[in-house]
């Protein structure tokens, strides 16, 4: 892929991010706010990818970390149990299944990420807590 191809994408994703704010600001549905934050976001990573420029790149990388988080926080969602699980999955999909893309493949002692099962036990944890509280 090449710097234009980047930089064409940057440009779509900054569309789409003034059309989450666009809509958000009508109607207050905060999924739309946090939508336009991470393509924002996302859209500056892109440019800085085709510009090369490092330094630029590891803050814009930084800033994609910060509203993702900031995400899961304001939705109350177990983000650090969840990447774990994913890496832990991802660890198990196997080298050899790979494609000439990069790409791990889901070979034969792949596990799916149970994130779930994590939203599950968050939800229930917060229950038991509130109730102890009463």
């Known amino acids: 892929m090449n710097c234009k191809a980047l930089l064409a994408m ?4 900054g569309t789409m991010s ?3 704010q666009v809509v958000f600001k009508e109607c207050g549905d905060q999924r ?3 939508a336009h934050l991470i393509l924002e976001e996302v859209s500056e990573l892109l440019e800085e990818l085709a510009n090369r ?14 509203v993702v988080i900031g995400t899961a926080v304001a939705f109350d969602l ?4 969840a990447f774990e699980e ?3 999955s991802n660890m198990t999909k196997g080298a050899a299944a790979g494609t000439h893309d990069g790409d791990r493949g889901k070979g034969e002692g792949y596990r799916k990420a149970d994130v779930r099962g994590i939203l ?3 939800r229930l944890r917060q229950k ?3 109730s102890r509280k009463i």
């Open 128 to 130: 038991e807590a509130a």
């Open 10 to 13: 940057a440009d779509a994703l």
């Open 120 to 122: 599950i036990g968050h």
């Open 78 to 81: 177990p983000i650090d149990e």
């Open 86 to 88: 994913v890496h832990s």
């Open 53 to 66: 420029d490092e330094v630029k790149c590891l803050k814009e990388l930084a800033d994609v970390l910060y």
């Open 32 to 34: 739309l706010f946090r």
């Open 18 to 20: 003034d059309q989450c």
